[in-house]
């Protein structure tokens, strides 16, 4: 049997009636040696269109559907490499698989067909990215550069052949009007949009990172990217940058590994050594670790969203897990906990109000710009406070009660 581990956070009332906290938090632990997974690193995680979950392992790929396993391996498959790094659905189920050595793979349920050097013209056999457009091509970033296989026809970028600045491609976004987005190592962004491609770099375009290992695509279409080193940022428009990182919101580490968003804009964030990040739709965060949560490990190597409201969790050395975030959904919870001020605008000498009791909090204020102003720790209980010494301008408002962080856009006129 797998690992269950249930935490439990009572609620507490406060003297006013009003609601603080309460959830219940299940993790249960998938590993070597409580089921059949076949190896405890997890590079990838597929839910298909049938939701059932595709695991791509650094020992074969795993097939879980309701509870049952099913294993597939270069002894007993079509599989030509075990080391599974990226996994893709198309519109008829089929599941696309890069490898490290063994190039791309179809499996339609029954037969496998495999695309290599050997056989095909993709770019190289280590495949990093696999994403499919709306017209079914199928868009492969590889170590030695960006391919696109319309079922017939391959088309390749390169250094040498198109000027991108890296041929180390990491993840792949492509929108609704089939625009792609895609992150390199030390190469920045490629767009292709309407089908010409643009290059975006820190040095000609002011991208917080040359290096990206994830992009998704939000519910309005805006690409998000989260770097090895500084954190989530996103394109807002004509290549102006809006960063959050460890300095500025409640992101607990720059250093992301992965990254998720679901139908209604919550972002699941793997960090190299910090554990799991939850940015909710309205910009509320949940932390969790090995020292306050079920996760068995801290460097998070993939992430996927069931339509169950599970979420399945790849680590690095210590397999599979499932986090089912309480018996109230998500979204309602942390909506019934969002903090407010009021007025907002108001003049830096007015008093502000919460619209709730804040709890021995630590408030700090900082520039849009994330530079911090001032750190202010209270050891009672608040529900107004003052700001005299800003000025007229905009700023982030951080509250920080335990665990819980949130941030709030406050205005000084």
């Known amino acids: 049997m797998f690992k269950k581990i249930i935490v439990l956070f009572l609620p507490l009332y406060l003297c006013s009636g009003s609601f603080f906290y ?17 190896n405890n690193t997890i590079r990838c995680l597929l839910v298909d269109r049938t939701n059932q979950l595709w695991i791509g392992t650094d020992n074969g790929l795993a097939h879980l559907t309701n509870g049952t396993w099913e294993i597939f391996n270069t002894s007993n498959s079509g599989l030509t490499d075990d080391y599974i790094r990226a996994l893709a659905v198309d519109n008829n189920n089929h599941i696309w698989i890069g490898t490290t050595l063994g190039g791309l793979l179809k499996y339609d349920g029954s037969t496998w067909q495999a695309f290599t050097t050997l056989n095909s013209n993709i770019s190289d056999n280590f495949i990093r990215a696999i994403s499919i457009d709306t017209a079914g091509n199928k868009w492969i970033g590889t170590v030695e550069g960006l391919t696109m296989f319309d079922n017939t026809n391959w088309q390749t970028w390169t250094i040498a052949n198109s000027g991108i600045f890296s041929n180390n491609i990491t993840s792949i976004g492509i929108d609704s009007q089939n625009n792609k987005y895609i992150g390199t190592i030390n190469g920045g962004l490629i767009y292709i949009i309407n089908g010409i491609l643009h290059n975006y770099t820190i040095l000609n375009a ?8 994830a992009v998704q695509i939000d519910e309005l279409g ?3 990217y989260a770097s090895p080193a500084q954190g989530l940022f996103t394109d807002t428009g004509n290549q ?7 300095s500025n919101s409640g992101l607990v580490s720059n250093s992301l590994t992965t990254m998720i968003i679901d139908d209604t804009q919550n972002f699941y964030l793997g960090t190299h050594q910090n554990g799991l990040s939850i940015k909710t739709y309205n910009s509320l965060w949940e932390n969790y670790t090995v020292s306050n949560s079920g996760i068995p490990e801290n460097h998070i190597l993939s992430l996927a969203k069931d339509s169950n409201n599970y979420v399945w969790i790849g680590t690095y050395s210590k397999g599979l897990v499932r986090l089912l975030e309480g018996q109230l959904d998500l979204k309602h919870l942390q909506k019934d906990q969002n903090t407010q001020v009021f007025p907002n605008p108001a003049h830096s ?15 700090q204020i900082f520039s849009t710009e994330g530079k911090l102003i ?7 209980i608040i ?31």
């Not at 000498?349 to 408030?363: A, D, V, Y």
């Not at 001032?374 to 009672?380: G, L, M, N, R």
């Open 222 to 224: 805006k690409p998000w």
């Open 349 to 363: 000498n007015e008093q502000i109000n919460f619209n709730r009791i804040l709890i021995q909090p630590t408030i």
């Open 22 to 38: 309460s959830q219940v938090t299940e993790w249960e632990i998938f590993d070597e040696s409580n089921s059949l997974l076949p």
């Open 374 to 380: 001032s750190t202010e720790s209270y050891k009672d």
């Open 383 to 413: 529900s107004t406070i003052s700001f005299p010494f800003l000025k007229q301008g905009n700023y982030i408002i951080k509250i920080q009660e335990n665990d819980k962080i949130e941030n709030i856009h406050f205005i000084i006129f």
């Open 240 to 246: 102006t940058w809006l960063l959050q990182n460890s």
């Open 206 to 213: 002011g991208v917080p990172d040359n290096s990206i290992s």
